[in-house]
């Protein structure tokens, strides 16, 4: 599932014939799930966003996902995003949900101008550096979530929920060229977390809007994969992030 620490890939396989139509099959699959989760914890089903997460997967894939009319997906790399967007249409709904490094920040938003959220900002450098890029560029302020390491390994990105208020106000308040959307979290190290990993990622949610003095509405959770989203929307998830079970296993290619 969505490993952060593999290495930046630069080709892409080509889509095999007996792929086609599969991704779609199993996206409405996807959905109904979604739906049904929604329906047993009493929420809406439209108000829970599922992000595609097509990383390694060629673009054509992604197209028949869109054309099955899911519009919203998540890279975990700027170099991948950078090549595929501009194949796919305007209106895709793109969201990068892999470690940032400072460097990258430019290309990304320069690259991607229909990015429509950075799911994974951790620390104020990145967050100061994301909001003079999107000054510079000029384009319409930048959805972002606050990153929260809930597990407490130290390979996972994410500042500490003791510190999650305090990155939050430097987003909110300080950087005018961000929008403050919420929090996300990745899971345990085999990508399955534990509802103590979700119920943190929550309390760290009340903290904030709390100190923000704003309704929990205004604060989504990005939380839940592949492996556990029925888990994350049962405990409160408004975004989750599904890959291999759309996509299939990851492709990645041969050495």
Same mark, same amino acid.
């Given at each position: 599932?969505?490993?952060?620490?593999?290495?930046?890939?630069?080709?892409? /396989?080509?889509?095999?014939?007996?792929?086609?139509?599969?991704?779609?099959?199993?996206?409405?699959?996807?959905?109904?799930?979604? %739906?049904?989760?929604?329906? *047993?914890?009493?929420?809406?089903?439209?108000?829970?966003?599922?992000?595609?997460?097509? &990383?390694?997967? /060629?673009?054509?894939?992604?197209?028949?996902?869109?054309?099955?009319?899911?519009?919203?997906?998540?890279?975990?790399?700027?170099?991948?995003?950078?090549? *595929?967007?501009?194949?796919?249409?305007?209106?895709?709904?793109?969201?990068?949900?892999?470690?940032? %490094?400072?460097?990258?920040?430019?290309?990304?938003?320069?690259?991607?101008?229909?990015?429509?959220?950075?799911?994974?900002?951790?620390?104020?450098?990145?967050?100061?550096?994301?909001?003079?890029?999107?000054?510079?560029?000029?384009?319409?302020?930048?959805?972002?979530?606050?990153?929260?390491?809930?597990?407490?390994?130290?390979?996972?990105?994410?500042?500490?929920?003791?510190?999650?208020?305090?990155?939050?106000?430097?987003?909110?308040?300080?950087?005018?060229?961000?929008?403050?959307?919420?929090?996300?979290?990745?899971?345990?190290?085999?990508?399955?977390?534990?509802?103590?990993?979700? &119920?943190?990622?929550?309390?760290?949610?009340?903290?904030?809007? &709390?100190?923000?003095?704003?309704?929990?509405?205004?604060?989504?959770?990005?939380?839940?994969?592949?492996?556990?989203?029925?888990?994350?929307?049962?405990?409160?998830?408004?975004?989750?992030?599904?890959?291999?079970?759309?996509?299939? /296993?990851?492709?990645?290619?041969? *050495?």
């Amino acid at each position: 599932m969505e490993d952060e620490t593999e290495p930046e890939v630069e080709k892409f /396989p080509m889509a095999s014939s007996a792929m086609e139509g599969v991704a779609a099959t199993a996206l409405r699959s996807v959905l109904l799930r979604v %739906q049904k989760v929604a329906e *047993k914890s009493g929420r809406q089903s439209d108000r829970i966003r599922v992000v595609a997460v097509s &990383k390694t997967k /060629p673009v054509s894939v992604i197209r028949e996902v869109y054309d099955a009319g899911h519009h919203c997906f998540g890279e975990n790399y700027v170099q991948e995003l950078v090549e *595929k967007a501009p194949q796919l249409p305007e209106d895709t709904e793109w969201h990068f949900i892999g470690n940032l %490094q400072s460097n990258k920040v430019k290309p990304l938003l320069a690259g991607v101008p229909n990015l429509a959220m950075v799911e994974t900002v951790d620390d104020e450098k990145i967050a100061n550096h994301l909001d003079r890029a999107v000054a510079t560029i000029g384009r319409q302020p930048l959805k972002v979530f606050v990153q929260v390491n809930t597990s407490g390994e130290v390979s996972k990105s994410g500042v500490e929920p003791s510190a999650c208020v305090e990155l939050v106000k430097h987003v909110s308040l300080g950087c005018p060229n961000l929008e403050f959307c919420g929090l996300m979290t990745i899971g345990m190290l085999d990508y399955t977390s534990t509802p103590e990993n979700f &119920k943190t990622l929550s309390n760290c949610r009340t903290e904030v809007c &709390k100190a923000l003095g704003i309704q929990e509405e205004q604060c989504e959770l990005s939380m839940g994969m592949s492996g556990d989203f029925e888990l994350a929307i049962e405990m409160g998830s408004t975004n989750v992030r599904i890959g291999s079970t759309i996509f299939g /296993p990851r492709e990645y290619p041969e *050495k």
